[in-house]
């Protein structure tokens, strides 16, 4: 991609008459205005579930709201920004789902908007408004609950995004615009800032800076090496907040440990083998039911290779083609880091494959129209059939769950639905720790479990803490009971990541054992302080050999405790005195009803 003076090549900017001006404005306001009806139903009948690691976020978040240090006080693996942010909307709005569920569409329509500007700046109004058309449906589809929940990877998207824009922005003389020295300085700043918000969302946010740096290398231009420095500065800007608060809350040290120590081992955890088939056939699973990003993908590929072949390099719209193509392959390297391809992580090249698959279909379209092709109808049909295919593939579910909220009950298909189930089972646990008949978990209402507990008044006793042993702090939400330690996850103490510690006989520890050694002493001392009512083991009934019973650091603090039996897939506990209480007061109730 190494510079030329911009041709002839380039077209010219038509000058708009004020009548056409004003055309534009109502098209791109009739298409928005769509966008935001259908991003609004294709998400908000999801709004009666907690989705994967949702449980982390709004526990977390309450947390913080107590006054509680990230990190220091409460165990998270990810960047700050999203319990921050998660935090500031329960303070703003009330620790509620649909609080989240509401700004996840408004956030979704901010990345789609970011996507129109960035794709009507490089390529015109109608790829912008493609690009970001698409980003409204397909970022709702693929694994259902990792694309309906707010979470590192989505939030991910719109500082990425924005990063992407105003770093090629600060390089607009490489696409046939005009611009001075200071303003590519403060593009190049403004762009590093943006990917170090991105990165507090999600490490894999920080590969925006590795597409620019290679963008630069491969523009062999003599200011390359100065508006890279500036990016630098922009994002050390950029993360300098975060690190004041973290510093100022003397919780660096656990951040260092708990996000970057914690997740350079989890990264390698899988052998490169195993990552490399995941990979492969993960990718051909999305691009097949995503077959319209496919398809464009396919075109822009092409039609990028022979005009490079052609050496048609000068264009701008050549060169808009070329470096969206490599933000979508160092996107796609940040995604792979983990060595897992869960559902929500394709959302990290989704932006770059809408403004691609706009700018494909936009081709696509102008070129069947040009040639009068005689399979124009053909190839038509089959790209809507494809989309037809994939859109009820993934929202015949949405449908049911509309019909469901209509009709005022969960149908059969939705209980028997993974989410649903667990859902019900988590509701579940939480009548029961709060002491309530089994029936209340159906019974009441979404958030009514809630009610009455220790988030809305002072705690007053051990009956107002629970904790939970494994991966599932959704119970803390549902209860509404307080977390009686730091430790919202079991990471930290077994060593073994949460996506694998269900089985036995496929997992293996990533910490040194002195490591999860202390972490288990300092959890049997925060529990020892509070003792409260039940421990709720989710993980020993999966997995007898990480069961929280196994550990000889917890025989003291269980050795108060009694299991009094599962509900569903979990493991209960209760206090041995709080249950002597409870029968003698049952005993003195019967006396008194008995006749004298």
């Given at each position: ?10 077209a ?8 056409e001006?004003?055309f ?29 690691d949702?449980?982390?976020w709004?526990?977390?978040a ?7 240090m ?12 999203l ?26 329509l ?21 690009a ?11 694994t ?7 979470n ?9 995004t ?19 020295r ?12 943006a ?25 062999r231009?003599r ?54 088939v ?19 993908l ?22 808009a ?10 996107s796609?390297?940040?995604m ?18 809408c ?28 790209l809507?059939?494809?989309?037809a ?7 015949t ?8 909220w ?8 939705e ?7 667990l ?6 646990v ?14 009441l ?5 809630r ?10 006793g ?21 977390p ?9 103490l077994?060593?073994v990541?949460?996506d ?80 002597r209480?409870q029968?003698q ?10 006749p004298?």
């Open positions: 991609m190494r510079a030329e003076a911009p041709t002839s090549s380039v010219p900017t038509r000058h708009e008459t004020g009548s001006s004003r534009h404005r109502r098209t791109a306001f009739k298409v928005f205005a769509a966008i935001v009806v259908v991003t609004f139903l294709l998400r908000i009948f999801y709004a009666g579930h907690l989705y994967q949702d449980g982390l709004f526990t977390a309450e947390e913080l709201l107590r006054g509680k990230l990190y220091r006080d409460v165990y998270f693996d990810k960047p700050p920004a319990a921050l942010l998660y935090a500031a909307l329960f303070k703003l709005f009330g620790a509620h789902i649909l609080t989240i569920r509401l700004f996840t569409i408004v956030y979704s901010a990345v789609s908007a970011t996507l129109y500007v960035f794709g009507k700046r490089f390529y015109g109004e109608r790829i912008g408004l493609l970001a058309a698409m980003f409204a449906v397909f970022s709702t589809i693929f259902t609950g990792h694309v309906q929940g707010l590192t990877d989505l939030l991910m998207t719109l500082p990425y924005a990063g992407a824009y105003w770093l090629l922005r600060s390089r607009d003389d490489l696409f046939g615009r005009s611009i001075t200071r303003q590519s300085l403060g593009f190049a700043m403004a762009g590093g800032a990917v170090a918000i991105a990165t507090q969302f999600n490490p894999k946010g920080a590969f925006g800076l590795a597409f620019f740096a290679l963008l630069l290398l491969l523009e231009r200011d390359a090496l100065r508006v890279g420095l500036l990016s630098l500065v922009g994002f050390v800007a950029g993360t300098l907040p975060f690190v004041i608060y973290l510093t100022a809350g003397h919780a660096l040290g656990f951040y260092w440990r708990d996000v970057w120590d914690w997740g350079a081992r989890y990264a390698r955890y899988y052998p490169l083998s195993q990552v490399i995941t990979a492969l056939g993960q990718t051909a699973y999305y691009f097949l039911l995503n077959n319209t990003l496919l398809v464009a396919a075109f822009v590929a092409v039609t990028t290779y022979k005009r490079a072949r052609r050496a048609a390099t000068a264009d701008a719209a050549f060169r083609d070329a470096a969206l193509l490599l933000w979508l392959a160092v796609f390297v940040g792979s880091v983990g060595g897992r391809f869960f559902g929500h992580y394709f959302l990290q090249v989704l932006p770059a494959l403004l691609i698959g706009g700018r494909g279909l936009a081709g696509i379209l102008d070129a069947l129209a040009e040639r009068r092709h005689p399979w124009r109808r053909v190839w038509l049909a089959l809507v059939l494809g989309f295919v994939t859109f009820v593939r993934f929202h579910r949405t449908v049911r769950l509309a019909a469901d209509l009709r005022g009950a969960p149908s059969a298909e209980r028997d639905w993974f989410h649903g189930r859902k019900a089972e988590e509701r579940q939480a009548a029961t720790v709060k002491n309530l008949p089994p029936e209340a978990a159906q019974q209402g979404l958030e009514a479990l009610r009455g507990g220790p988030r809305e008044r002072p705690p007053a051990p009956s107002d803490y629970l904790f939970v042993w494994g991966y599932r702090p959704e119970i803390y939400f549902w209860s509404g009971l307080l009686a330690s730091k430790y919202l996850s079991t990471q930290p077994t060593g990541p949460a694998v510690h269900f089985f036995n006989d496929e997992y293996h520890v990533v910490l040194d054992e002195g490591d999860t050694a202390a972490a288990r002493q300092e959890l049997a001392q925060e529990l020892t302080t509070v003792y409260p009512e039940y421990i709720v083991d989710e993980l020993g009934f999966f997995n007898d050999d990480l069961a929280m019973a196994r550990y000889s650091e917890f025989a003291e603090v269980l050795s108060r405790y009694k299991y009094v039996g599962a509900v569903e897939r979990f493991l209960i506990y209760r206090r041995r005195d709080l249950i209480i029968k007061g049952r005993r003195e109730e019967d006396a008194e009803a008995a004298r």
